[in-house]
């Protein structure tokens, strides 16, 4: 099974609800927000945070758009997530952080980023298996601050986290 999110903002986001129509309905779960959704054997405007992530902790693959928290959660659910970034250039987003992150964090190996149905349906044949579920430690919301403060990401030790470098303050 595949769950798709595309978040919980207000903003309809069809460029995703169309790359959707290429995998399998029969085996696609979506909350698709705002927008219509797509051709599938489950379609939720929104969902409960809880149900969400018990989705993502059932299913085989998810689709995310590019949010800090459905990524973490993804991870968490032992899955490498594929990202379908807002983008400011089609009103999905008011600028375009989720691509930033998405590449940031695509270059590491944490996700596969898709933006076109191709993209989407080329990830979703090569997407790793799911693991076991993760305990998220400190190291990747350290590595999420280094990717939005555009920083790089040394490791210290498989115990001791990520140090990160660059920042006056230590963020």
Not at 16 to 32: G, N
Not at 90 to 115: F, K
Request: glycine residues 8%; contains cysteine; charged residues 20%.
């Amino acid at each position: 099974m595949i769950f798709a999110t595309c978040g919980s903002s207000p903003i309809a986001f069809d460029r995703m609800m169309r790359a959707l129509e290429v995998l399998p309905a029969e085996e696609l779960i979506v909350q698709h927000g705002p927008s219509p959704a797509p051709p599938c054997a489950e379609a939720y405007p929104f969902l409960p945070f809880g149900r969400m992530v018990e989705l993502m902790e059932q299913v085989d693959i998810v689709v995310s758009h590019a949010g800090v928290g459905s990524i973490m959660c993804a991870l968490q659910a032992g899955h490498v997530p594929i990202v379908f970034p807002r983008l400011k250039r089609h009103s999905e987003t008011v600028d375009d952080h989720q691509a930033e992150l998405a590449s940031a964090l695509s270059v590491r190996g944490t996700v596969l980023v898709a933006t076109t149905q191709q993209e989407l349906f080329d990830a979703v044949q090569t997407v790793p298996p799911r693991t076991a579920q993760v305990s998220l430690t400190s190291s990747l919301p350290r590595a999420v601050r280094a990717a939005i403060w555009g920083q790089d990401i040394e490791a210290r030790g498989p115990d001791s986290g990520l140090l990160l470098s660059g920042h006056p303050d230590g963020r």
